[in-house]
């Protein structure tokens, strides 16, 4: 997970706006005390008494930006988290992660500062571009993870009805011809696609999808319930697949 470029960068940057969130926090408390206006009683009974238990309008405007940047930078972690996992290109994704960030900053330092409208709404609008942008491109991508389910059931069929052994092989033509197979540490390095058979002897280039790691997975997991030798059984990879495989 290290070795992606994009992962890392998107570490980096979500760190930065983890911090800049504990920044935020800290200097809540801190006007809280300087203000004197506590939420809790037992808080103001400490600093002076219950009337110290209220609300101030700096209080309130440093718990919004805080707020405000829980509403934002959560879904940002999870849209940058996915779009990682897309293989998109490095410089694209840093591209992308700091814009938010940067955006991110400025809104915080223009709701802190109360800088003149309108440059805390446009520095959220910018931010916003980039996890549209991620969003968009993950469902592109999952697309056709979904397409393939609605023609089933346009079909009147199910993934339970279908044979498990040839769908199973279809995937294996992904993999193999993008060299993912090859890429199976041991035990799993006797996976391979014989039986399998490829027009003029070529492998097709076909892209991956999140179903092609699902079944990769999968067919790694029941083999690694059944290690006692490192060779396969007879009849090869395809006398062991899980009957339960298909249903995914």
Known sequence: MMENKVFLSFT?????????MYVVAIITGQVRLRKKAFANPED?????????????PDVERCR??????MENIFPFLFLGAVYSLLDPSPTVARIHFLIFCV????HTIAYLLRLRAPTRS????VAQLPCFSMALQILLATTPYWSSRCSWAAAGSSPSRI????????????WSALGLLERIPFPYTHLSCRGTSFPGGSSPRIPPTPEHWTRLFLICLHHSMDLSSSRPSRG????KIPPWAALL
């Open 44 to 56: 103001a009974l400490r600093n002076g008494g219950l009337q110290f238990c209220r609300e101030d």
């Open 103 to 106: 955006g991110r900053i400025i």
């Open 163 to 174: 044979d498990p052994q040839q769908d199973v092989k279809s995937h294996c033509r992904a």
């Open 12 to 20: 980096f940057y979500s760190t930065i706006l983890i911090l800049k």
């Open 64 to 69: 919004r930006a805080h707020r405000n940047d």
């Open 122 to 125: 446009v520095a959220y609008s």
């Open 236 to 239: 090869g990879i395809w006398t």
